[in-house]
Nanobody, 125 residues
Framework: VQLQASGGGLAQVGDSMRLSCAVS????????MGWFRQAPGREREFVAA????????FYTDSVKGRFTISRDNAKSTVSLQMTNLKPDDTAVYYC???????????????????WGQGTLVTVSS
């Protein structure tokens, strides 16, 4: 199973940007998919996740109200719509998928089995 992330690039403060992630195996049905990010010199952190079965959404506090994660079960894809981008959003963004992600672990990168290659988002002021 491979995850292919797309989107990313250079944005200005206040801009919007959309990231997408597709699963290579159409028959793969992850329990959850999510986005994590890693800024230079910092550890990877949780951004957002969605339970593919229930549609339950999860966000880190710093992106609530600005980022929206959505899923397409038929295509096994997940997208991250980012609005009102800030310089602190600058990071490499990784999509992830997990088959056995339990509710209490949805924000932990250790709960995810598969990872995309990462896409760089740079927000310039």
């Amino acid at each position: 199973v491979q995850l292919q992330a797309s989107g990313g690039g250079l944005a200005q403060v206040g801009d919007s940007m959309r990231l997408s992630c597709a699963v290579s195996e159409r028959t793969f049905r992850p329990r959850a998919m999510g986005w994590f990010r890693q800024a230079p010199g910092r550890e990877r952190e949780f951004v957002a996740a969605v339970r593919m079965d229930s549609g339950a959404l999860f966000y880190t506090d710093s992106v609530k109200g600005r980022f929206t994660i959505s899923r397409d079960n038929a295509k096994s894809t997940v997208s991250l719509q980012m609005t009102n981008l800030k310089p602190d959003d600058t990071a490499v963004y990784y999509c992830a998928a997990g088959q056995g992600v339990i509710l209490s672990a949805v924000r932990s990168d250790r709960a995810y089995d598969y990872w995309g290659q990462g896409t760089l988002v740079t927000v310039s002021s």
